[in-house]
């Protein structure tokens, strides 16, 4: 006999306690029957509808802070996908009988991520726990002693605030750090005969500092060695893991007879490696000689040779798993592509292209696009073009590596 399907919805609006679901635009999409309650609030008055166009702050209190503090606690989580347990807040509600007045309220909010597959965060769990009558009783019963007890909500609730934001300082001073890594592993081409522009960008927010690098290696004859490369996580350790994986393909493209065999030996090489675990990479050998690209992916976005005349190829011949992820050592594949004088190569690591609940044939088609409309430009202003076009105006949740090389 099988077990009856969970309504889950309806286990949502039978929750104690105020619940409410945001989106990562801070709208209402639900909330439950106690939040309806509590708030004062219609159904119809908070779905679709703006959380500070609902609950802004009262305008007669030059003080109050309820919803910059909110806001902040909010878009920390997305930021970071994790939990933010907010202090004691006084937030003032206007009353829905009386439009105009307002009432003292105090909330203990908690928001919590909701992630999808990817680990993005497409909804935020808003929890707020309602203790205007604790405060208001405790004044009843004792005047002096619940201004006391106030006092203290409010002191220990700035001595929480003042951990957090030391604790910021030092998730800042982790990114410097890891920046200043990266920075220092991740130096600019130093090429003797041909055009190139390197870009690394940084994600938007303390934590995601990522470990995508970039490499470009010139071999002996008229040839070169080109690459780029994500580890998987954030901080320091990426930034560690990427400068390993990064020295030892820049190596082993100096001595192997080609990308597929510098790739193998990086991808053995990485099974020692604490968190160099589904690192992607794509390195291409050029040949100026015989007018070739050769090339083999780990589990990375292809390359983009984008013609003279416009048009964009993408080099997705000979892609395979991520370094180190087959339980047996097994021969990778590579590929050729013919070019000609004048086109340009385009390596790239998926925060230039890829974008929340997106197909990444789309990334794909806005990269050929961009392309094709700018591959007149010398390398160096196509590749500020690339970033000015192709990430989000409100900066990317992941890092981007980028490189562009006129063959």
Do not use: K
Request: with cysteine.
């Amino acid at each position: 006999m099988s077990e009856a399907a969970i309504d889950y919805r309806a286990v949502f609006h039978a929750l104690p306690g105020m619940v409410a679901l945001l989106t990562p635009e801070l709208v209402y999409t639900d909330a439950n029957a106690d939040f309806l309650r509590q708030s004062g609030r219609r159904r119809e008055e908070l779905i679709g509808r703006y959380l500070f166009d609902v609950f802004p702050d009262n305008p007669n209190d030059p003080t109050a802070t309820g919803s910059r503090n909110l806001e902040a606690s909010l878009r920390r989580v997305l930021a970071s996908g994790e939990r933010d347990t907010m202090a004691l807040q006084r937030y003032d509600v206007e009353s829905p009988e009386r439009p105009g007045e307002w009432e003292e309220r105090y909330w203990s909010p908690i928001n919590a991520p909701v992630l999808d597959v990817d680990g993005r965060v497409v909804l935020m769990v808003h929890r707020v726990e309602e203790v205007t009558e604790l405060i208001r009783a405790r004044r009843r019963a004792a005047g002096t002693r619940s201004r006391v007890l106030e006092a203290e909500l409010y002191t220990r609730s700035r001595e929480l605030q003042e951990v957090n934001e030391r604790l910021r300082e030092a998730h800042a001073r982790e990114r410097e750090v890891a920046l200043a890594l990266q920075d220092a592993m991740l130096p600019a081409p130093n090429l003797l005969h041909h055009q190139a522009a390197v870009r690394y960008q940084p994600a938007v927010g303390a934590l995601n500092v990522c470990g995508d690098w970039y490499d470009l290696v010139e071999l002996p004859g008229e040839r070169m060695a080109v690459a780029v490369g994500d580890v998987v996580g954030h901080g320091l350790a990426a930034a560690g893991v990427m400068g390993q994986l990064r020295s030892a393909l820049s190596a082993a493209s100096r001595v192997s007879a080609g990308p597929a065999q510098a790739l193998e030996v990086v991808g053995l090489y990485s099974r020692s490696v604490e968190g160099a675990e589904s690192t992607t990479a794509v390195s291409v050998h050029i040949d100026w000689t015989t007018h070739t690209l050769t090339y083999s992916s780990a589990g990375h976005l292809p390359p983009a040779v984008v013609r003279a005349g416009g048009e964009v190829v993408f080099l997705d011949g000979a892609t395979d798993p991520p370094l180190g992820a087959r339980p047996e050592h097994v021969a990778r594949p590579q590929d050729r592509q013919t070019f000609a004088s004048g086109d340009t190569l385009v390596l790239y690591t998926d925060g230039l292209i890829e974008r929340r609940h997106e197909d990444i044939d789309v990334g794909l088609a806005r990269l050929a696009r961009s392309l094709a409309a700018h591959r007149r430009l010398a390398p160096e202003p196509l590749a500020d073009t690339l970033l000015l076009d192709l990430l989000p105006a409100a900066g990317a949740t992941d890092d981007a590596a980028l490189v562009v090389l006129r063959l």
